[in-house]
Nanobody
Framework: QVQLVESGGGLVQPGGSLDLSCAAS????????MGWYRRAPGKQRELVAV???????NYVDSVKGRFTISRDNANTAVYLQMNSLKPEDPAVYYC??????????????WGQGTQVSVSS
């Protein structure tokens, strides 16, 4: 079983910064992609940023230039640096990872979510 543990959410003023972290654990053969989704109250979950093993990244338009996704060298952790936070950014942020299990099966796992709040 693959587990993802997130940390780093909290309350920040508009224009402030927060860093999110997510670490994967369990019996894993490889992780192909890791990323962050968010769900704001009354809205559908949306992809915020994703990073493939190739290093390529994809961001939702609303965070481009403000958020940066990165992964550790072991490809078992993913980070989201969030700068210039806006009132529309508050949500529960979820870490996501997909990859291959030792038996060749695929997995897709979610973290428990971490709250990001922006308020003056």
């Amino acid at each position: 079983q693959v587990q993802l543990v997130e940390s780093g959410g909290g309350l920040v003023q508009p224009g402030g910064s927060l860093d999110l972290s997510c670490a994967a654990s369990g019996t894993i053969s490889s992780i192909n992609a890791m990323g962050w989704y968010r769900r704001a109250p009354g809205k559908q979950r949306e992809l915020v940023a994703v990073m493939l093993n190739s290093g390529s990244t994809n961001y939702v338009d609303s965070v481009k230039g403000r958020f940066t996704i990165s992964r550790d060298n072991a490809n078992t952790a993913v980070y989201l640096q969030m700068n210039s936070l806006k009132p529309e950014d508050p949500a529960v942020y979820y870490c996501y990872a997909r990859g291959i299990l030792p038996d060749g099966g695929q997995f897709g796992s979610w973290g428990q979510g971490t709250q990001v709040s922006v308020s003056s």
